[in-house]
């Protein structure tokens, strides 16, 4: 199976800063990742598709980049509603994997 | 609207079985890929399976492979999750989740609220 590991687990972080959120997969899965957004007691929410697409309606400070086995998501400029739960997930190869999920508490 | 509500959760005994439903409106389900994914009480995110359009595809979990059954009614715009040999370690949140199937690697786009599993004794 194909693990995925999250760095950091956990970071606080001001409103306003850049924030970047590590994925590595312990193999390549070209560019079959997403990120979702989880947000206490609510349904996960997709963010980006294709490690880099943003999800229509998901602002642009949220961006996603690389392939194979590292990937990373950056938010540029973080708004008090970013505050939340962020999950890696590859659909490369069955069975799909989350990573542990990366905790943003304000600072 | 687009909407996605499981029901089924319940209480059940190790050994047991569930049938977890998710009915879709608000979009053509037959063009959609579904998944379930479960998360336990204070836990991450964990996949369990997913069936393709026409349910001729199916994928699973190692921890639910042999368990568990996914499969799907498009003329009732249902997903279902048959769930056997309930373990305690099942007990979690269900969700279920659609994925465009002409970019069926491109994530579950709407999800629906879940509904409670708890296995116990």
């Known amino acids: 199976d194909i693990q995925l590991t999250q760095s950091p687990s956990f970071l606080s972080a001001s409103v306003g800063d850049r924030v970047t959120i590590t994925c590595r997969a312990s193999?390549?899965?070209?560019?079959?990742l997403v990120w979702y957004q989880q947000k206490p007691g609510k349904a996960p929410k997709l963010l980006i598709y294709?490690?880099?697409t943003l999800q229509s309606g998901v602002p642009s400070r949220f961006s996603g980049s690389g392939s194979g086995t590292e990937f990373t998501l950056t938010i540029s400029g973080l708004q008090p509603e970013d505050f939340a739960t962020y999950f890696c997930?590859?659909?490369?190869?069955?069975?799909?994997?989350f990573g542990q999920g990366t905790r943003v508490e304000i600072k | 609207e687009v909407q996605l509500v499981e029901s089924g959760g319940n209480v059940e005994r190790p050994g047991g079985s569930l049938r977890l439903s998710c009915a879709a409106s608000g979009f053509t389900f037959n063009n959609y890929d579904m998944s379930w994914v479960r998360q336990a009480p204070g836990k991450g995110l964990e996949w369990v399976s997913n069936i393709n359009w026409n349910g001729g595809s199916t994928g699973y979990a190692d921890s639910v492979k042999g368990r568990f059954i996914i499969s799907r009614d498009n003329a009732k715009n249902s997903l279902y999750l048959q769930m056997n040999s309930l373990r305690a370690e099942d007990t979690a949140l269900y969700y279920c989740?659609?994925?465009?199937?002409?970019?069926?690697?491109?994530?579950?786009?709407?999800w629906g609220q879940g509904t409670t599993v708890t296995v116990s004794s």
């Open positions: 997930q590859q659909l490369h190869t069955y069975p799909w994997t």
């Open positions: 193999q390549g899965i070209t560019s079959y």
């Open positions: 294709a490690a880099s």
């Open positions: 989740g659609r994925i465009d199937r002409a970019n069926s690697r491109n994530g579950m786009d709407v």
